[in-house]
DNA sequence: GTCCAGGCATGCA
DNA sequence: TGCATGCATGGA
């Protein structure tokens, strides 16, 4: 990866298996939005990014000190995505959805919006996350430029109601995110300790918490305390199962949550 | 009207 | 330990 700095923008040369629509748009992450123009904006880590393909390069509308404290990690971008994809094609339904949809990327989010991301996206479907979550973040996140909203953190939704998290269309969640952030607002759970224990110890602490369960437990811990070994299951993929009946392959190990989201995606357009 | 979505808590055996 | 059930909401 080259990277460049011009006026406002940073331009990266030779970033390997990035395909923004896939990535941004895939079920990992609730916020990002296609522009007319075909880039994509959004917000992460209270940051607005702009971010586009322009022939070979991608050009960010950031600074250099946001890309290297912010983007750089959350877009994973110093992994070795092509030899890892190259490992995990020797499974041959993953080799033919990478045929279809290659450049997904697992995004480093942030670990607090990650799980109340996730506690929300249970028996529910994207488009629907991507409303409760916007509802909120209007709500009360800070407007950083126009009509773009951060996340807003513990401390500011714990001063909210069940009630208002369900005014907001969170249903019966709402008792779920009200709970966390009391819980994260007070400092009786610290998500950054979190991030620094083992994986058992990490799954532990966050199955410990009520409205997190296996799944959205395995989903924060893949995509918001870069645990990429984690391999969720959701409806989705347990239709995929079937297609593995003596479990998961080898080639998947060490990174079955990039296997999982190439499987994921391949799952929600073929299944 | 029914079914489904990146499931979980609860009660019961 | 495993299984059945209720749960909010909106789009298909």
Partial sequence: MIIRQSENEIILDEVKCLDLALTLDCGQAF??????DGSWSGVAFGKFLN?????????????LEDFESVWRNYFDLDRDYAAICERLRQDPLVASAMEEYYGIRILNQDPWEALVSFIISQQNNIKRIKGIIKRICRACGNEICDGW??????????ALSVEDFEAMGAGYRGKYIKRLADLVASGEIDLNSIKKMSLGDAKAALLNIYGVGIKVANCALLFGFQFVECFPVDVWMKRVLEYYPNG????????EGIAQQYLFHWARNNL
């Fill in 31 to 36: 916020r990002w939005e296609e522009q007319e």
């Fill in 51 to 63: 971010i586009r393909k322009d022939g070979e390069r991608f050009i960010l509308k950031t600074t």
């Fill in 149 to 158: 909203y951060s996340f807003p953190d513990a401390a500011t939704l714990s």
């Fill in 248 to 255: 998961l392959p080898e080639c998947f190990k060490g990174y």
